[in-house]
């Protein structure tokens, strides 16, 4: 007997779960379908208004009060490092300074919330803005084309990269393409199966093409006369784009 393909088997597992009496009457899969083109395409203002808004403004609420809590790193100076290692070349203590510092900011909080916030310069920024602008800000910046361009940049503070590491790191920002197999509804309450598609398999290994192609399925709620995500972090996160390895220094390219 042939087995029924991991997407139908997902939805007619989720069918079985206790449904409205008016569920036929409205779907969410065009809202779905919409996020995802929206998304693809660059329209972040259109894609953030299947966010959740509730959800995501408590999310960055909590982001922006962990980075105002949050002490900024001491500064790592060539002159602490020569002190403590009397040998050591200044061109070398300069480019270990350096290097601390850059690994410190890239994992303060305030920089990881700059970084997911693409455009806004302070924290005040990203908590003054309404939601709407917040959600597509985060979109822009989770977008396969920004996440490239940001680890272009820091590729270049982590060794000089050659055109083997750069044509790597291009490669992110292509941009998966996701089919929406179906939905089952709930009250206001969705669960709408994805699946993706990928351009280039090969670029994953086994566990993470598997894990990739997996069919999912997604919550969304029904507000007012459309449908929004409540997983919208959790999509990013288990799309193949969210899956890709930063790629690394070859060992010959990295700064000694």
């Known amino acids: 007997m042939r087995r029924a393909p991991a997407g139908l088997a997902l939805l007619l597992l989720l069918s079985l779960l206790p449904q409205s009496a008016g569920a036929q009457r409205r779907t969410p899969e ?13 329209r972040f ?13 408590a999310w960055r609420r909590q982001r922006v009060d962990a980075a105002r809590r949050q002490r900024a790193p001491s500064v790592v100076t060539a002159a ?3 002190r403590i290692e009397p040998g050591l070349p200044r061109a070398v203590a300069e480019y270990q300074a350096k290097r601390a510092n850059a690994t410190a900011r890239r994992h303060r909080v ?3 919330l700059l ?25 822009r910046a989770q977008h396969p084309k920004s996440v490239a361009e940001r680890e272009l940049r820091d590729a270049r503070e982590r060794c000089p990269p050659d055109s083997a590491l750069v044509a790597e790191i291009r490669a992110l920002a292509r941009v998966d393409s996701q089919s929406v197999v179906g939905a089952v ?11 993706q598609v990928l351009a280039a398999p090969g670029e994953f290994g086994r566990e993470e093409r598997d894990a990739a192609l997996a ?42």
Do not use: K, Y
């Open 110 to 112: 305030l920089d990881l």
């Open 185 to 195: 509804l709930r009250d206001s309450l969705a669960f709408v199966v994805i699946q």
């Open 80 to 82: 602490q490092l020569m």
């Open 30 to 42: 065009q809202s779905m379908r919409a996020f995802i083109d929206a998304f693809a395409a660059e």
């Open 215 to 256: 069919p999912r399925a997604v919550r969304m709620r029904r507000e007012a006369d459309r449908w929004v995500l409540l997983d919208w972090e959790g999509w990013f996160l288990d799309s193949a784009a969210g899956m890709r390895q930063t790629p690394a220094c070859p060992r010959s390219q990295r700064t000694p």
């Open 45 to 57: 203002v259109e894609a953030a208004a299947f966010v959740d808004s509730a959800s995501f403004d």
């Open 115 to 139: 970084r997911d916030f693409g455009g806004f310069r302070s924290v005040d920024d990203i908590a003054r803005v309404g939601v709407r602008e917040a959600a597509a800000a985060w979109l």
